[in-house]
Each structure stands twice: as C-alpha cells, then as structure tokens.
C-alpha cells in the first residue's frame, strides 16, 4: 500500500485504496453502534493548501465529488475532480482528509456593505424641485451562505446528528445515508490569494424537495485579510455554499471507481 502523507489531516490515496475505503463506508452504514463511534458529531475535516493547489489543477468541471470512506478505522472524505463532461477524472491518487477535532475555536465572518445613492433635482433657474435617496442592498459576490443559516445547519448537525442516524439505520437500514456529496468547484478553487486552508463540517438541515432533513457540508474558508472591496454593495464571508448529498442528490454520470 503506498499513501503520501501531506500532514496529520491532510494525505493522498491510491485509486484502488479509495475504493475499498468507499466500501467500507458503505458496509457501515446499516450498523448505528458502529457509526457512534466512528463520527463524533463535533468533529470536522480540514482541507489543506496543498489539498487546494491540487484541486485547482485537476478541477475542469463545475461541480467536484466528496466521497466518504473509512481507512484506517478512521472517517476520510475523498476529493475527486471531475472532467469537462462531469465524468470522474482518472488518476492514480486523490486526496483525502481525516475526521478530526477542531483545534482553536472557527471563526465564521459576514461583512455586509449597503450604497445609498443620493439624488437631487434643479430646475433650469437652480430651484431645488427634488431629492431622494435610495438604499443599494448587499448582494452575494461568492456562493455564500447566510451565516446563520450555516450556524443552524452545524448546530444542528452536532445536536440532532446521531439521532439522525439512528432513524435512517433503524428504518432504512441505512440506504438513504450519503455515500458522496457534489459541491461547487468555487468552494474549494477560490481565487483568493489569502486562502490558507477550509474547514468542512457536516450540517443538517431540512429539504423542501424531499420534505425530509438531509446533511450537507458547510465549507469555512480560513483567510488572511477577510473584508469588503469596498466597490458596490457586496456581502463577503467565508461560509461557502451548500453540497448536495448523494443519495437522494445522484445526477452526476460516470463516478464508478
């Protein structure tokens, strides 16, 4: 077995080892105790610079694929770029993040920047026939979550996480629980300089579609200098948009390892 190992968090895996890490989740998820202990609901992942240099350069499609596996009696997700197509890019290693603790407490940050334009009117003897002012309201230049709307999904997630498993093993034998979420190529691939690292976290939160309660992942991006360019009315922060879990979310062709 040959892996390279970036850091604690952060390493690569070989095509065949993250097949049977993909396969070991998934003779998981039908076994409540075993998910207990494998998933401490306050535990979190934690993406690298390298891990995001690497996507960066593999990345051709709008969206990429986290898969979930288990190596090393440890939870991984699995970062696989897909091609132009949307087809799963065929390479020898992917890289892969463990479950683990947080180490300092996450500080999530939404700046909100609001333009109010000002407008007078003079007449053609310079009387003053009008004014007004109108209020330009923030508008999302990044998929950004609402914070908290973030917040709610993480608490709830580490809250109501287990029972949330507990349900689906007992009366699905776990067939509805997610095996890979597709996310954003923009949640990862930003172009911000002063990106160093993102932390994901499970969340929770209810769908319309499905009328049922689904995790997802919420990505908080760690940057140097987090602040508003100042240009227009904008609203900047470092919660990313949301993944969509597969099942029920599968519309993405051609993943099979």
Same mark, same amino acid.
């Given at each position: ?138 508008? =999302? ?6 914070? @908290?709307? &973030? ?6 997630? *580490?809250?109501? #996480?287990? $029972? ?68 227009? =009315? ?6 990313? @948009?949301? &993944? ?6 599968? *519309?993405?062709? #051609?993943? $099979?390892?």
């Amino acid at each position: 077995m040959i892996m390279t190992i970036l850091n604690s968090e952060d390493f690569m895996l070989r095509k065949d080892d993250c097949r049977t890490a993909m396969d070991q989740w998934s003779l998981h998820l039908s076994n409540y105790p075993e998910l207990e202990k494998l998933i401490p609901t306050n535990y979190i992942f934690e993406i690298g610079d390298g891990h995001l240099d690497w996507m960066r350069k593999n990345s051709g499609y709008e969206e990429f694929c986290v898969a979930m596996g288990i190596y090393d009696n440890q939870v991984i997700i699995i970062l696989v770029p897909m091609d132009e197509k949307g087809h799963r890019k065929d390479l020898d290693e992917f890289p892969c993040s463990l479950l683990c603790p947080l180490e300092n407490d996450l500080k999530l940050q939404e700046i909100q920047e609001y333009t109010v334009v000002k407008n007078a009117l003079l007449s053609k003897d310079l009387q003053n026939i009008d004014k007004n002012a109108l209020m330009t309201f923030p508008i =999302a230049s990044k998929p950004v979550l609402e914070q @908290d709307k &973030a917040l709610d999904a993480i608490e709830k997630w *580490r809250n109501e #996480g287990m $029972d949330w498993f507990y349900k689906e093993c007992t009366d699905y034998k776990g067939s509805r629980i997610f095996t890979r979420f597709y996310v954003p190529t923009a949640d990862l691939c930003l172009s911000n300089m002063g990106l160093k690292k993102i932390v994901c976290s499970f969340g929770l939160r209810y769908n319309d579609v499905y009328g049922r309660m689904l995790v997802t992942l919420v990505f908080i991006s760690f940057l140097e200098n987090l602040q508003n360019t100042g240009s227009s =009315a904008l609203t900047e922060a470092n919660t990313y @948009d949301w &993944a969509k879990p597969c099942p029920p979310v599968c *519309r993405i062709p #051609g993943f $099979d390892f």
